[in-house]
């Protein structure tokens, strides 16, 4: 019997987030420049499975990713029986800072989706320094609410079945079945009332409408990059976003929907890789 293994490496980070001891599980493949990925709300690192295993980003990036606490591996910390977990701006920037800073990464490229999206845009206002260049996927200023979170983490209803079935319109048309099936499934495995705490970030604590319009692209650059299939992260949203920023780029991707590396890599990747380059071989100024 044969096997193959792929060139992706996890493991388990102890580190204190918050006054609180933590384990941290973290992905990642290649090398060269930093790429720091975010999951989406209520999944975990599985989401950049592709991009782990694309020789053309791989060879010239550090792809990285790490599971939130109480998302996929990372467990929640101790006593977290006795609270409700609730994400926050403040919290969310926080744990990527600190993570960043156990790991050593100097100035990397971070690229979030969804709620990574939105806080990738906190990151390009508040620490802009701190990065090379920022990649938001589906990064609206804000989202209106549209259905009942409670639904999401009560006794009577499975929080997962219920979480995949929300996002299940939020996939594009052309998705392949099988990368359409697994980025469902990751949702139906989050723990309870995790998907619920981290949509209290998306769509309330989160919101950056009077704030988004300062970014200072000089001194960090920002890319938009946003499936035209999405009635949580509108393109209109999105190009919104964009003619908020001087020096913003944005594109609407054709086909794809709000989970673009993981429903469909292979066309995700095509969009991807003319950023990457942008990035490595930044435009001179006149």
Excluded at 63 to 84: L, T
Excluded at 245 to 254: A, F, L, Q, S, W
Excluded at 256 to 285: C, W, Y
Aim: glycine share 10%.
């Amino acid at each position: 019997m044969s096997a193959s293994f792929e060139p992706v490496i996890g493991r388990y980070m102890h580190l204190d987030l918050f006054g609180r001891a933590h384990r941290i599980y973290v992905e990642e493949a290649g090398q060269g420049t930093p790429l720091l990925c975010l999951h989406t709300a209520g999944s975990d690192t599985r989401q950049y499975r592709a991009l782990m295993n694309h020789p053309g980003i791989t060879a010239g990036h550090r792809v990285i990713a790490f599971d939130m606490p109480w998302h996929g591996k990372s467990s929640p910390p101790a006593g977290w029986h006795e609270e409700e977990y609730q994400l926050t701006s403040a919290h969310y920037t926080t744990m990527i800072l600190d993570i960043m800073a156990a790991l050593e990464l100097e100035h990397p490229i971070v690229m979030g989706c969804s709620i990574g999206g939105r806080i990738a845009l906190h990151l390009a206002l508040d620490h802009p320094e701190r990065f090379r260049a920022i990649i938001g996927l589906q990064a609206g200023a804000h989202v209106d609410p549209y259905y009942d979170l409670n639904f999401l983490h009560r006794p009577d209803v499975h929080g997962g079945e219920m979480a995949g079935a929300i996002v299940s319109g939020l996939i594009g048309p052309d998705a392949p079945v099988q990368e359409r099936w697994e980025t469902l499934w990751h949702y139906m495995q989050s723990g309870p009332g995790v998907f619920k705490g981290d949509l209290y970030f998306y769509k309330v604590d989160g919101d950056i409408r009077d704030r988004v319009g300062r970014i200072d692209t000089r001194r960090c650059p920002l890319f938009l990059l946003s499936g035209e299939y999405d009635y949580s992260c509108t393109p209109e949203e999105t190009l919104a976003v964009a003619a908020a920023i001087p020096g913003c780029e944005v594109t609407i991707m054709k086909g794809l929907g709000h989970f673009p590396m993981s429903e469909n890599p292979q066309a995700f990747i095509g969009h991807l890789l003319p950023v990457l380059d942008k990035i490595r071989t930044p435009a001179v100024p006149r």
